[in-house]
Nanobody, 125 residues
Framework: QVQLVESGGGSVQAGGSLRLTCTAS????????MYWFRQAPGKERERVAA????????DYGDSVKGRFTISRDNDKNTVYLEMNSLRPEDTAVYYCAVSRHYYDRTYPLSDYNYWGQGTQVTVSS
């Protein structure tokens, strides 16, 4: 069973930065996609960023474009999310996920193969 462990969450003031890290316990698939999602209280889980195995296909949610950067290190089975210019509306639990192949935005949450337990990000005004 693959485990995903997130770290790097915390509390920050608006305009600040955080870097999230998610590491898989083992390489889950040959060419797997990695993702960051977030879920705020009372809201649906939304995809924030996605990256394919070769880092050649990257996608961001509209609300974070230009502020967040996703990257990965395949040797470490790790994905990162650099978050800059944080806003109070970025407050949420952030989850990483893995899929067997890279998924575009049309895939439902149930299709993702593994999920982390989440890390809280709180941005105060």
């Amino acid at each position: 069973q693959v485990q995903l462990v997130e770290s790097g969450g915390g509390s920050v003031q608006a305009g600040g930065s955080l870097r999230l890290t998610c590491t898989a316990s083992t390489r889950p698939f040959s060419y797997y996609g990695m993702y960051w999602f977030r879920q705020a209280p009372g809201k649906e889980r939304e995809r924030v960023a996605a990256i394919n195995y070769a880092s050649s296909d990257i996608d961001y949610g509209d609300s974070v474009k230009g502020r967040f950067t996703i990257s990965r290190d395949n040797d470490k089975n790790t994905v990162y999310l650099e978050m800059n210019s944080l806003r109070p509306e970025d407050t949420a639990v952030y989850y990483c996920a893995v899929s067997r192949h890279y998924y575009d935005r049309t895939y439902p949450l149930s299709d993702y193969n593994y999920w982390g337990q989440g890390t809280q990000v709180t941005v105060s005004s």
